[in-house]
């Protein structure tokens, strides 16, 4: 293959005028060309007076001569993998998010049949719980936006990122959910999405697909306890008294099943306290982070515009912006009664009047821990109980403009920014809820990334709170070869929730490598 990088594109173009560009420029005839395509697009918004999409393109030649004319490179291959797993066992997979189902999937590739668990519901059945939540205030604890098929990132703008040198792993991961239905520009854009719309479609094609392969998903079946025997994985006993007979489980549980940590705890399955980050979602109109990142000169149609920021203060602790959803919507992901907890969600098309993001301050174990792995469940917990007491026991979301904030008052009513979050929010101070070292540092980042990002501080910008799941409060030691709890054998702690994993991508990687390790 020829690798053609950095065609500046300054037009909007299609793919296929894209390509004829860049082959006339290398005085390439289209008839020489026997396969190519887009390997990357990028938006360049350095200079507002000069935007341009950037495109990496590659492509054969019929002639193996001319090709020696250009940097030529040899497609990576996702490795071959040799099945060795001789147990009659169904590996038993816990959880049906990004985690458990590609661990799934990867399995039924490769003739294995597992039995996903997932205490939720399918897809289609958890949507009416959490549209019946956000209007009814009904709450289902076993199926909302941090439990059921999909996991949390289902209801997210499923963003897909990959960093800036991307693996096999990921562009694994970006093949299937193709596959399933995703769009394929997510295989090549430089920071790729799905959105909720169609995450819900995805998950039940994987779904169907690892069934029609002799794969198994139980909805509704919580598991309860682990049967453990000489330090060896032995089966599992959910809430309704079944019992699974296994040698291998992935725990692929998230970050919110609490119950399971302490349990796990309770068993002696080793687990220590990790960092984490703590804050609040911070609203803006979607139009003034276009107009901050693209100016009003460009005539190109560009996406909506998105943002990543950090900050490092005084405090030495450090701010920063987390799961920016463009043209979004605050959303409740609580997973208890009396909580209250915040997370973002776009649609594919990005077309809701404001932006959201999470805006996080970096706990570290030092700041919480008193005698239990577990104190940094119970320093979530306390924050979340305090925001439902504020909001007003009845699930509405504590929610401030930044210019109260800042000056340390309540919030009475909304200017030009309303807020997206429902059931819905009531005017509050959220200095009365998160800790001082929090909300001293957001102050300073808001006010210095206003320097990066013009109208970041805009005084109608909404917090509303709070958001204290972006990342587990624990992880469950593993080995770092086998992927195998340290003290346990025939058990895999996977994915985000166990301390492996950072987002659907990352965690749909991890259940890929630890179904691997169980097939080899």
């Not at 997932?118 to 289902?140: C, M, Q």
């Not at 049967?227 to 089966?235: A, E, F, K, M, P």
């Not at 950090?310 to 920063?320: D, F, G, M, S």
């Not at 305090?386 to 009845?394: Q, T």
Request: proline content about 3%.
């Amino acid at each position: 293959m020829i690798r053609i990088k950095d065609i500046k594109i300054r037009e909007d173009l299609t793919e296929e005028q894209v390509f004829k560009k860049a082959i006339s420029k290398l005085k390439i005839n289209e008839k020489e060309v026997s396969n190519w395509y887009i390997y990357r697009k990028s938006v360049d918004a350095r200079k507002k007076e000069d935007i341009y999409y950037n495109y990496t393109i590659n492509l054969e030649l019929n002639d193996k001569k001319k090709e020696n004319k250009f940097d030529k490179f040899e497609e990576e291959k996702f490795p071959k993998i040799i099945v060795k797993r001789k147990s009659t066992y169904n590996p038993i997979i816990i959880g049906a998010g990004p985690a458990g189902l590609f661990a799934g999937l990867t399995l039924v590739q490769n003739g294995i049949k597992p039995i996903i668990l997932e205490r939720g519901k399918k897809v289609e059945e958890r949507i009416l719980d959490v549209e019946k939540f956000a209007n009814k205030r009904e709450f289902n604890v076993n199926s909302n936006i941090q439990f059921g098929e999909g996991g949390a990132g289902t209801f997210s703008d499923g963003k897909l990122n990959t960093g800036n040198s991307p693996s096999i792993y990921s562009r694994k991961v970006l093949e299937e959910f193709v596959k399933f239905g995703a769009p394929k520009e997510i295989l090549y854009i430089a920071k790729p999405h799905i959105g909720t719309d169609n995450l819900v479609k995805i998950v039940k094609n994987i779904r169907e697909y690892i069934i029609q392969n002799g794969g198994q998903v139980l909805f509704n079946t919580k598991v309860t306890d682990f049967i453990i025997d000489n330090s060896q994985i032995r089966g599992v006993i959910c809430e309704d008294g079944k019992k699974i007979d296994t040698d291998t489980v992935i725990l692929a549980i998230g970050h919110s099943a609490r119950d399971t940590f302490k349990k796990i705890y309770e068993l002696g399955i080793e687990l220590k306290p990790k960092n984490f980050a703590v804050g609040a979602r911070i609203e803006h109109l979607q139009k003034d982070i276009n107009l901050a990142q693209y100016g009003d000169k460009t005539k190109l149609d560009l996406p909506v515009a998105d943002y990543k920021l950090v900050y490092h203060a005084k405090n030495e602790r450090t701010c920063y912006t987390f799961c920016m959803c463009p043209g979004g919507k605050v959303i409740a992901s609580n997973s208890e009664n009396g909580t209250v907890v915040t997370n973002g969600m776009s649609n594919f098309s990005r077309d809701g009047e404001n932006a959201n993001s999470a805006l996080l301050v970096n706990v570290c174990v030092e700041d919480y821990y008193k005698n239990s792995p577990l104190d940094g469940i119970y320093f979530q917990e306390e924050i979340e109980k305090k925001a439902f007491e504020l909001g007003g026991k009845n699930y509405n979301a504590p929610s401030q403009k930044v210019g109260d904030f800042l000056e340390n008052k309540k919030t009475n009513d909304f200017g030009k920014v309303k807020p997206t979050y429902f059931p819905g929010v009531t005017g509050a101070n959220l200095n009365e809820i998160l800790p001082k070292f929090i909300t001293d540092t957001m102050k300073e980042a808001i006010i210095e990334l206003d320097k990066k990002l013009h109208g970041f501080a805009d005084k109608d910008a909404i917090l509303t709170g709070v958001e204290t799941r972006s990342s587990s409060p624990v992880q469950i030691t593993r080995d770092k070869d086998s992927l195998n709890s340290v003290n346990i054998n025939g058990l895999y702690p996977c994915g985000e929730g166990v301390g492996y994993a950072g987002g659907i991508m990352t965690a749909a990687i991890d259940g890929i490598k630890c179904a691997i390790k169980i097939l080899e």
